[in-house]
């Protein structure tokens, strides 16, 4: 590196360097200033409409503070959406906690996205490396799940639910995910597809002349390797089985989620239907409420995970 002929001048001239660089970066700096906004508007209205009170809806100059704020719509929203479970004397721990819409859905969403983080990764791994017969016609099919949509296969569903005697219960969706199946099954296994098909095949031949059976190889050396393959399955069936509506609300009749809870969240006769938009926004702050704390802290491997992954190719 040459040095300067004033040392005494270094400083003033490191200084207006960086000063340039960044000038340089200022409308880069305001550009994703301006998209981060854009994209954060829609949360930041409703944490503002979450807590302001009838006057401040109908109030223009209160569009984003609260003048009068106010926890009426959000006790409102947790009352009407069954949030907290409720226990009687007359029935067990387990019946008072199934009438908690948030508990029935974490035990619909977490159990099915953990299962499914594992049997998807088994099945992706033997159409990414092992030969056996009809794998490509079994391929086909499970493509052909993908495309078929669930409204054509509740029917079927439903009589094997109610043989099985799972009805009103997260089963509908722990059983499917122990196979492999369930919510977006078919996409999972073609994520971990995608990813093993990546990783090098001398990591499995060193491993079979060690002696390993492929069973070993599959859980002490591929699986261990597809952390960011398991990241991205594991949030994206959580976040599409925490969204589920239309089979939840088919497969549960006397239990209910946060989500079709809040497609039924209503105000009594007589309120002003701002009040009623106002609890319905406190309703969905609620009911994303969990997605975005859980996003909020594994985001950075998320995003690492997606770019291993190979869906943004």
């Known amino acids: 590196m040459r040095k300067l002929p004033f040392p005494q001048l270094a400083g003033p001239f490191t200084f207006m360097r960086r000063r340039l660089g960044f000038m340089r970066r200022l409308p880069l700096y305001i550009l994703l200033t301006a998209f981060a906004l854009l994209y954060l ?6 944490l503002s409409m979450a807590f302001k009170s009838t006057t401040d809806i109908t109030n223009a100059t209160a569009k984003w503070i ?7 719509n959000l006790s409102y929203a947790i009352d009407t959406m069954d949030v907290m479970p409720t226990f009687l004397e007359t029935e067990n721990w387990w019946e008072g906690m199934m009438r908690s819409n948030l508990f029935v859905s974490i035990l619909t969403t977490f159990p099915a996205a953990l299962i499914q983080m594992f049997t998807c990764a088994v099945a992706g791994y033997a159409f990414a490396r092992l030969k056996f017969p009809l794998k490509r016609t079994l391929f086909v099919c499970l493509m052909v799940s993908y495309i078929i949509p669930p409204q054509t296969v509740f029917i079927p569903l439903i009589w094997v639910f109610r043989a099985l005697g799972v009805i009103n219960s997260p089963l509908c969706f722990i059983l499917p995910a122990l196979f492999g199946c369930g919510l977006k099954g078919s996409l999972f296994v073609i994520i971990y597809m995608q990813f093993f098909k990546k990783l090098p095949e001398q990591l499995e031949e060193a491993a079979y002349i060690d002696g390993a059976s492929t069973y070993k190889v599959f859980f002490q050396v591929m699986y261990p ?3 960011p393959a398991r990241i991205t399955v594991f949030l994206f069936s959580m976040v599409w089985h925490w969204n589920e509506t239309y089979l939840t609300g088919l497969f549960y ?3 209910g989620t946060l989500g079709t809870a809040l497609t039924a969240i209503n105000v009594p006769n007589g309120v ?3 009040a009623l938009m106002a609890v319905k926004i406190a309703g969905a ?14 985001q950075r491997h998320f995003t690492e995970s997606i770019e291993r992954t190979g869906i943004v190719e």
Do not use: R
Request: net charge positive; no cysteine; charged share 10%.
């Open 253 to 255: 009749s006397k239990i």
């Open 225 to 227: 390797l597809a952390k």
């Open 285 to 298: 702050l609620i009911f994303v409420g969990p997605l975005l704390i859980i996003y909020l802290l594994t």
């Open 66 to 72: 609260p003048q009068s704020p106010t926890l009426s």
């Open 272 to 274: 002003y239907s701002v």
């Open 41 to 46: 508007e829609p949360v930041l209205y409703m």
